[in-house]
T-cell receptor
Framework: SQELEQSPQSLIVQEGKNLTINCTSS?????LYWYKQKYGEGLIFLMM?????EEKSHEKITAKLDEKKQQSSLHITASQPSHAGIYLC?????????????FGSGTQLTVLP | GAVVSQHPSRVICKSGTSVKIECRSL??????MFWYRQFPKKSLMLMAT?????????EQGVEKDKFLINHASLTLSTLTVTSAHPEDSSFYIC????????????FGPGTRLLVL
């Protein structure tokens, strides 16, 4: 089984609707990163969470890390076609200085105009 | 800030040849860079961690003699795919960490390799 489970695998929403993507681990998350990727392109950094209970927002995107630091969610309010893409969560599963990231399988988001 | 570039963006080569991919941090120094491989509609798979001035650390199952990594300066890491075969065709992405800012990995735009 994967160390980092991301759900749903794909999501199709109507423009203006809210949506949530989840990222769950059986291990403690020492750092949780959310990225967005357009197919065939690099990853765009969205947000990083480190503390249990932490919540960050940027424009219409909010990311949260639960108190146990094993689950994170990404919430998009009033989605727009520009939000379409692949969302990936990446987690540091050890406290080592290398901070290697393990990635979830990604969520393909389609926003219908 | 925190811009990472990759060159080339795409490359087509013949089987048996070697291909070098460059990863540069343009506006910060990166003591650590990471190389990932991504298959179509799949997540990123970490191949190796590249440390400036020392040997790279490879993940299990990644052949170090096949994928040569050199991190000669604080702004440049290179990945050389030696004696490339069609199964090496993939999307290769690098990332770099800016220690002076935070521990976030900033990613390059990726290199699409096609081996004929």
């Amino acid at each position: 089984s994967q160390e980092l489970e991301q759900s749903p695998q794909s999501l199709i929403v109507q423009e203006g609707k809210n949506l949530t993507i989840n990222c769950t681990s059986s291990k403690t998350l020492y750092g949780l990163y959310w990225y967005k990727q357009k197919y065939g392109e690099g990853l765009i950094f969205l947000m990083m969470l480190q503390k249990g209970g932490e919540e960050k927002s940027h424009e219409k995107i909010t990311a949260k890390l639960d108190e146990k630091k094993q689950q994170s969610s990404l919430h998009i309010t009033a989605s727009q076609p520009s939000h379409a893409g692949i969302y990936l969560c990446g987690a540091a599963l050890s406290s080592g200085s290398a901070r290697q990231l393990t990635f979830g399988s990604g969520t393909q988001l389609t926003v219908l105009p | 800030g925190a811009v990472v570039s990759q060159h080339p963006s795409r490359v087509i080569c013949k089987s048996g040849t070697s291909v070098k991919i460059e990863c540069r941090s343009l506006d910060f120094q990166a003591t650590t860079m990471f190389w990932y491989r991504q298959f179509p509609k799949k997540s990123l798979m970490l191949m190796a961690t590249s440390n400036e001035g020392s040997k790279a650390t490879y993940e299990q199952g990644v052949e170090k003699d096949k994928f040569l990594i050199n991190h000669a300066s604080l702004t440049l890491s290179t990945l050389t795919v030696t004696s490339a075969h069609p199964e090496d065709s993939s999307f290769y992405i690098c990332s770099a960490r800016d220690y002076q800012r935070d521990e976030t990995q900033y990613f390059g735009p990726g290199t699409r390799l096609l081996v004929l």
